[in-house]
């Protein structure tokens, strides 16, 4: 499984197998559900991170224009990671994209 720059990643299949199988222990050989770009999967995914990673995440909007929502897991002002994006399937997914490659390494 190649790295994506999970701060960046546009939303995709690729995107989307990654999370299947990193998160869902889902086949790469089976279509899978479009994450990035399905908002009503959003707090599935939610759900699934905090069970699978012990962390609190949160999803909600910004103020920035071009990227108005984030996500952010951990529970510390000064710890808490965040990544923002144009949707909220994106947020969710580049979140999860992040915890996936960090537990990878």
Do not use: H, W
Not at 54 to 71: E, L, Q, S
Not at 78 to 98: D, F, G, Q
């Amino acid at each position: 499984m190649g790295k994506i720059n999970p701060y960046k990643a546009p939303a995709s299949d690729e995107m989307d197998s990654i999370i299947n199988q990193g998160l869902f222990g889902g086949s790469s050989s089976i279509a899978c559900p479009s994450y990035s770009t399905d908002d009503s999967l959003v707090q599935k995914m939610r759900r699934k991170l905090q069970i699978t990673y012990n962390t609190k995440v949160v999803i909600g909007r910004t103020r920035i224009k071009d990227k108005p929502y984030f996500a952010r897991y951990g529970t510390d002002v000064s710890t808490s990671t965040e990544v923002l994006a144009e949707t909220k399937s994106l947020a969710i997914c580049r979140m999860a994209l992040l915890l996936i490659q960090r537990n990878e390494d």
